[in-house]
T-cell receptor, first 111, second 116 residues
């Protein structure tokens, strides 16, 4: 399972766009990139998943360059409720689904 | 709505006693479930993989005799912390894969265990 590296923390203000970049230099050909969000004392929640280029859903966008060695989670116009820890994970869709969490990025959104 | 539930949400027990935590998949079957532990301000640490009808697979450093896992049905996995000690106090979270071909997992709300 590929290791991921993210910034430990980020600060932002309400209404701003936040981009969190994750490095995964050893990503395998069959690996997908998945992002989860976790609030204090809750289980993680799936945000978005992608393999290459760009994926967008109602919550976020995920940008993946051609070499796939990194990915960027983009949160448009964040609000105070987006304050959470964001985890980037890579893994094979057809594997045993085992997820190894990295340190995550603690995002603080200020008023 | 929640698709994976955990019970209890929080529990306080005395040192030396055992505590059972249940993880249920709602409206779907899960032949595999995962158990994590999370200490304050830290990331989730995978403890073990729970396999329906067979023995659980434990991660390195996790004592299988202390953390007993039983996956007796396709919708229920239980984690029993035996002879709990204060250092076992933590947030325990389970998860279940969405299904074949999906990497997405559903996580339970977690169980806060405090051992006094």
């Amino acid at each position: 399972l590929a290791k991921t590296t993210q910034p430990i923390s980020m600060d932002s203000y309400e209404g701003q766009e936040v981009n969190i970049t994750c490095s995964h230099n050893n990503i395998a050909t069959n690996d997908y990139i998945t992002w989860y969000q976790q609030f204090p004392s809750q289980g993680p929640r799936f945000i978005i998943q992608g393999y290459k280029t760009k994926v967008t859903n109602e919550v976020a966008s995920l940008f993946i360059p051609a070499d796939r060695k990194s990915s960027t989670l983009s949160l448009p116009r964040v609000s105070l409720s987006d304050t959470a820890v964001y985890y980037c994970l890579v893994g094979d869709k057809d594997s045993s689904y085992k997820l190894i969490f990295g340190s995550g990025t603690r995002l603080l959104v200020r008023p | 709505g929640a698709v994976v539930s955990q019970h209890p949400s929080r529990v306080i027990c005395k040192s030396g006693t055992s505590v059972k935590i249940e993880c249920r998949s709602l409206d779907f079957q899960a032949t595999t479930m995962f158990w994590y532990r999370q200490f304050p301000k830290q990331s989730l640490m995978l403890m073990a993989t729970s396999n329906e009808g067979s023995k659980a697979t434990y991660e390195q450093g996790v004592e299988k005799d202390k953390f007993l896992i039983n996956h007796a049905s396709l919708t229920l996995s239980t984690l029993t912390v035996t002879s709990a000690h204060p250092e076992d106090s933590s947030f325990y979270i389970c998860s279940a894969p969405r299904g074949q071909g999906h990497h997405e997992q559903y996580f339970g709300p977690g169980t806060r265990l405090t051992v006094t």
